[in-house]
């Protein structure tokens, strides 16, 4: 099920930028980076279907506002979002939240 629910999402993304006129590069894979698409299918198993949409949805809201300080405090020039950066952070303060707080992200307890 978060498999479907990624490629749904990729689909998507993948029609924005078709109707947006961009290419898909070496890089860039519909507007997100081969990494991040590897990070974000690797990250799977961790999570109940419920929670990875929570996680997936958070953690992009999450990455846009680290970004957006980051860029603002001008600490990276980069034009580019570190996204598999920002949501592996994300993913480091969710698994210690859920042990400090006795959540089980897999079996859906969480939500």
Known sequence: MNMLFLGVNLILLWAYMY???KKVTED?????AIGDIVFLVVIIPLFSFANY?????????????LHIIVQKRKLDERKTVPL???LSFF???TLFLGEVLGFDFYN????
């Not at 949409?53 to 506002?65: K, N, W």
């Not at 859906?108 to 939500?111: D, K």
Request: proline share 0%; net charge positive.
């Open 28 to 32: 860039f894979f519909l507007g997100i």
């Open 84 to 86: 598999a950066g920002y």
């Open 91 to 93: 993913l480091m303060i």
């Open 53 to 65: 949409a929570v996680f997936y949805i958070v953690g992009m809201c999450f990455s846009l506002i």
């Open 108 to 111: 859906g307890y969480f939500l």
């Open 19 to 21: 109707l947006k006129g």
